[in-house]
């Protein structure tokens, strides 16, 4: 329900362009947290689908398709874009980084890091990133975007996302069965112990960041 809403408004407000960009990230991230399913494990599966993730994701480019759409902001558009290549990109690189054989390291220590750690990068992951934002780059081009913009707004929220994943995103671990969590209720029913990062700072507020990390270059740079 939380797509369609915000599909809606981005079809609604922006028309065709920004909807099809749209379409295509929540089309190829579907696909590829399809990707070696059992391979992920614990890790993603613990991420599960909620309306706030969708929110995170997409709440910017919506307001952006009614800034630009209906309100006819010039660079709200090209933000649009950047916004999207940035969220493709961190999925992207979430969900191929987790079939990497190599183990994830902390991008601000280089520190090895268990699969599914916020902050963690691994070479095959940011490859895949940077191809997600590539890939919307050529489709906003397709439809009248800047790609440049779209590319450097990608990138840009990708090394955002993992800058703040590894520094101010919480995590906690439960005592109980060692698990490294998002939030303090672990499903083994114990309390998990603040680990790292700021209460309040949950992945959702760390995709938004980097949503809006991609908007603002793209606009600048466009």
């Known amino acids: ?34 990707l070696g399913w059992a391979r992920k494990g614990g890790a993603e599966r613990r991420r599960g689908r909620r309306a706030a993730q969708v929110v995170a994701n997409g709440g910017l480019p919506a307001v952006l398709a009614v800034a630009g759409g209906l309100l006819g902001v010039e660079w709200a ?15 992207w690189a979430t969900e191929v980084g987790l079939l990497s054989p190599a183990p994830p390291r902390l991008i601000t220590t280089g520190a090895v890091v268990e699969p599914g750690r916020s902050g963690g990068v691994t070479p095959l992951g940011t490859a895949a ?12 081009a397709l ?8 590319l450097l707004g990608g990138v840009a929220g990708l090394v955002a996302d993992s800058l703040l994943g590894a520094t ?24 998990g112990r603040l680990l790292h990062g700021l209460p309040g700072i949950t992945n959702d507020v760390v995709n938004l960041l980097a949503s809006a990390t991609g908007a603002a270059v793209a606009a600048l740079v466009a």
């Open 1 to 34: 329900m939380a797509a369609a809403l915000v599909g809606a408004v981005v079809l609604g407000a922006g028309g065709w362009t920004p909807a099809l960009l749209l379409v295509l990230f929540f089309s190829s991230s579907s696909l590829l947290t399809r």
């Open 143 to 150: 439809v009248g975007l800047p790609a440049a913009a779209t």
């Open 168 to 191: 101010l995103q919480v995590s906690y671990r439960c005592p109980v069965c060692g698990r490294t969590l998002e939030e303090p209720a672990c499903p083994c029913g114990g309390s």
């Open 77 to 91: 558009l090209p933000a649009l874009a950047g916004a999207l290549a940035a969220t493709t990109a961190d999925t």
């Open 129 to 140: 990133g940077v191809a997600g934002a590539g890939v919307l780059a050529v489709a906003a």
